[in-house]
């Protein structure tokens, strides 16, 4: 019920601002933020930080990052404005496919540290303000899973029915993989079982059955269990394929899916935190996304906009903006509790998947033209540093992440422009090692030999790119990333005000207006490395000066109220409208 009353509040708030939005920002008082606002959706002006503990810092020296060494390095996480850290699986695991293959939803993984090294960094992230969330993969589990392990060898055991089987190979055993080119099938034969059983992902990592109500309940337990220890919210793995309703007869291409488990976990989670959230991947068209937030926000409060993502390579490869304006135009339409979570680069392949082939060439041209820098027939295996190489045009990447509708989200490594190891396999390419200083193994640890190698030669060794060097610095990545990320906090209008896209005269600069309290920001971005000269109407009567929040210039309107702006190549700007 207070949730219920929260929505209908701040739908009321958002209407007075979209009311009050052309009056004069001198006249139009602040409209105060209730405070349960504030600590129910934190989400909406937060940076999340993306972390694999076992690449991140080896405290013992045994060459796998655990929880003591993430520790010691929250401070450097605080400095950088982080304000949530997202935790990849580090339950225990035979480690195939980097920790999401689990073998025990309630543990954590030795290699990474004991429940009370968990506790500790719990208990010191907590003092410095920062949350933390942790993927929560219950869409399959490892075959080596006690579960899975006596649905195998015992047919009348219950955990059989916790799977999904079949005793002749499904028709369409060849269709829906997750990793083509390296999937060959979704439906495996285990000769303990006498039957086949289905996986989405790798054929070590049977799909739990969802339409189990046993499977739901612990998944329940699941989420309790983290959420008694603190944990402040989920990244749920792959949404669709736990969601979908999986049999031997169903066309993996067209599934049906459960949408009320999505709501059933937002309420379980409610009931037991009031703030905490769940995050959603779920890589689906704008036209399928309103399940997945609820016509009432009681879906995910959160989801990764892969939709938007993949159009802001198109445009970082082609200069072009229109049709990056049009994803953010069409994925524009959530819940007021809603935002999407914006990201360059994830743990995974960069997906193109939902370009048209000739756009996907496009991408792939300029970002990943070797076939050993792409993936599953649809994506590019690099890191952003050395697939964007120009170090202006990374700078443009990272001020429209911070400047984005939505709450930013960057993965370990890349505020120091960290390169990629193409001769690991598949997505291991940019899961190496932190680099934090130019001492052996990067400082991350004094094992020798680690989890990964570390990146030791090339243009992004660790003796050239590290933590220490940046910080000592002043025009660094990491120095850069650190300022957009205090002026993104102090810029409430991006996470809470209402926006629009403003038009241009030039085809590669985006203009987004935001909106919030008789407040209003201005963000433009020129995505060509030619300047840009144009003059841009702000959609408003009363403004008249635009304040730069990034060197303080101010730009007049002239005579017809339009202003007359100039961008470098590759340049921005953000502007407070006066």
């Known amino acids: 019920m207070k949730k219920y009353f929260l929505l209908l509040s701040l739908t009321f708030l958002l209407a007075c601002q979209s009311q009050t939005s052309e009056n004069d920002s001198t006249k139009t008082p602040p409209v105060p933020v209730p405070t349960d606002f504030i600590e129910e959706l934190w989400y909406k002006n937060s940076l999340i930080y993306s972390v694999d503990v076992e690449v991140f810092k080896d405290s013992d020296g045994n060459g796998f990052g655990d929880f003591r060494g993430l520790t010691q390095q929250l401070d450097y996480l605080k400095n950088l404005g982080v304000t949530t850290i997202w935790l990849a699986p580090f339950q225990p695991t035979p480690n195939r496919d980097d920790g999401y293959d689990v073998s025990d939803f309630y543990g954590i993984d030795p290699h990474l540290g004991t429940e009370a090294d968990f506790a500790e960094f719990m208990r010191q992230a907590g003092q410095r303000n920062i949350r933390v969330m942790m993927d929560l993969v219950t869409n399959h589990t490892s075959d080596q899973h006690p579960w899975f392990q006596q649905a195998i060898h015992n047919p009348a055991s219950p955990y059989r029915s916790w799977y999904v089987w079949s005793k002749e190979l499904p028709k369409k055993h060849d269709r829906g993989m997750v990793f083509p080119g390296v999937q060959k099938t979704v439906w495996t034969f ?3 079982a006498g039957a086949y059983f ?135 339409d ?41 993936l599953y027939d649809r994506g590019i ?39 990629d190891d193409l001769r690991l396999k598949e997505r291991e390419s940019i899961r190496t090692p932190m680099q934090w200083s130019n001492a052996p193994q990067g400082g991350f640890s004094t094992a020798a030999k680690t989890v990964r190698p570390v990146i030791s030669a090339g243009a992004f060794g660790y003796d050239k790119i590290n933590v220490a060097a940046q910080l000592a610095d002043s025009a660094s990545l990491l120095n850069r990333i650190r300022s957009l990320s205090e002026l993104r906090k102090n810029c409430l209008e991006i996470g809470w005000g209402n926006w629009q896209l403003l038009t241009t005269d030039s085809p590669h600069v985006l203009a987004i207006r935001y909106d919030w309290q008789g407040r209003s920001l201005l963000m433009l971005h020129n995505f060509s490395p030619e ?34 702006i100039q961008l470098s190549g590759y340049g921005y700007n953000w502007y407070r409208l006066k």
Not at 241 to 254: G, H, R, S, T, V
Not at 313 to 321: K, N, Q
Not at 398 to 415: A, K, N, Q
């Open 334 to 374: 959530i819940p007021p509790t809603a935002q999407w979570a914006q990201f360059l680069r994830n743990h995974d392949e960069i997906d193109l998947g939902r370009l048209s082939e000739t756009e996907r060439n496009q991408v792939y041209e300029r970002f990943g033209p070797d076939t050993t820098m792409q």
């Open 531 to 564: 300047p840009q000269r144009f003059r841009l109407n702000t959609a408003t009567k009363t403004g008249k000066t635009l304040v730069s929040l990034l060197d303080k210039a101010q730009n007049r309107a002239e005579n017809d109220g339009k202003f007359p």
């Open 198 to 332: 289905y996986h989405r992902f790798y054929d070590f990592q049977p799909d739990l059955n969802m339409q189990n109500p046993a499977v739901q309940r612990e998944m329940r337990k699941i989420v309790k269990h983290w959420l008694d220890k603190g944990i402040a919210g989920f990244r749920l793995d792959a949404v669709p394929f736990l969601i979908e309703i999986a049999n031997a007869d169903f066309d993996p291409d067209k599934p049906e899916h459960q949408f009320d488990m999505i709501a059933q976990l937002h309420q379980f989670i409610q009931w037991h935190r009031s703030d905490a959230i769940v995050l959603g991947e779920a890589n689906v068209d704008p036209k399928e996304q309103e399940p997945y937030f609820g016509k009432d926000g009681q879906g995910m409060q959160t989801m990764f906009n892969f939709f938007a993502n993949q159009h802001l390579f198109y445009a970082l490869a082609t200069g072009e903006v229109k049709l990056l304006a049009k994803a953010l135009n069409d994925t524009k």
């Open 381 to 419: 295996r690099r890191r952003l540093a050395p697939m964007l190489g120009d170090r202006n045009l990374i700078d443009l990447a990272y001020s429209l992440l911070f400047s984005l509708p939505g709450t930013p989200v960057i993965r370990y490594g890349e505020e120091i422009g960290m390169g």
């Open 190 to 192: 285990n000769k303990q």
